[in-house]
């Protein structure tokens, strides 16, 4: 559905919808782990993940999942109305741009 570019702050951010109507956002950027934190409404204990050397959060708020993943020098959040394993498997087809 859209995409956008920000190349100062090596950010990329895809939307994408399916047959649904569910929406998925998937942001990479440049800020390796300095924006991983709670991301949760009502402080919800994140779950440890690890996914092709990039290690990170699962978390479900409501009714939007949360996945969020770093190697350290990328970050990576892909989120929305999905299943862990749902996002997990896009997690594991995903490659890095530049």
């Given at each position: 559905m859209e995409e956008k570019i920000d190349k100062g702050f090596k950010e990329n951010v895809e939307v994408y919808e399916n047959k649904?109507?569910?929406l998925l956002l998937l942001r990479q950027?440049?800020?390796g782990e300095?924006?991983?934190?709670?991301?949760?409404?009502d402080k919800v204990?994140?779950?440890?993940?690890?996914?092709?050397g990039f290690k990170g959060y699962f978390v479900k708020d409501f009714?939007?999942?949360?996945?969020?993943?770093s190697?350290?020098?990328?970050?990576?959040e892909i989120f929305?109305?999905?299943?862990?394993?749902?996002l997990i498997s896009l997690a594991e087809g995903l490659e890095l741009s530049e």
């Open positions: 649904e109507g569910l950027n440049g800020q300095s924006t991983m934190g709670n991301i949760t409404s204990e994140l779950e440890e993940v690890k996914i092709n009714d939007t999942a949360n996945l969020i993943l190697d350290g020098e990328c970050l990576i929305g109305n999905f299943s862990k394993e749902e």
